[in-house]
């Protein structure tokens, strides 16, 4: 069963932080590629952060720098953890996962339902 659970959203000031949880099935944790999407209103969405069974990183330009992602395998969990926070973070954001270990930001086959992260 493919399940993914976003949780951490809410308001920051700019320049404040967020973390940012997404607790997977087993089935949908052991993919080889786990990501952060975002979309904000009138936009397209567009990947943030993804990272790999091996624990490889790839960031969009817009948040190197200033997001993490990480993942505890203990409890199937990706984090993101985003500081220096603008109000172009403003967002719904999204967990995705898939089977293909190619880090970009295509052939994402299972999401979440997201959690809205908003900075003012």
């Known amino acids: 069963h493919v399940q993914l659970v976003e949780s951490g959203g809410g308001s920051a000031q700019a320049g404040g932080s967020l973390r940012l949880s997404c607790v997977a099935s087993?089935?949908?944790?052991?993919?080889?590629?786990m990501a952060w999407f975002r979309q904000a209103p009138g936009k397209e969405r567009e990947g943030v952060a993804s990272?790999?069974?091996?624990?490889?990183?790839y960031y969009s330009d817009s948040v190197k720098g200033r997001f993490t992602i990480s993942k505890d395998n203990a409890k199937n969990t990706v984090y993101l953890q985003m500081n220096s926070l603008k109000v172009d973070d403003t967002a719904l954001y999204y967990c995705?996962?898939?089977?293909?270990?190619?880090?970009?930001?295509?052939?994402?086959?299972?999401w979440g339902q997201g959690t809205q992260v908003t900075v003012s």
């Open positions: 087993k089935a949908t944790y052991s993919m080889n590629c």
């Open positions: 990272i790999g069974s091996y624990g490889n990183l």
């Open positions: 995705a996962s898939k089977a293909s270990p190619e880090q970009n930001w295509s052939d994402f086959a299972y």
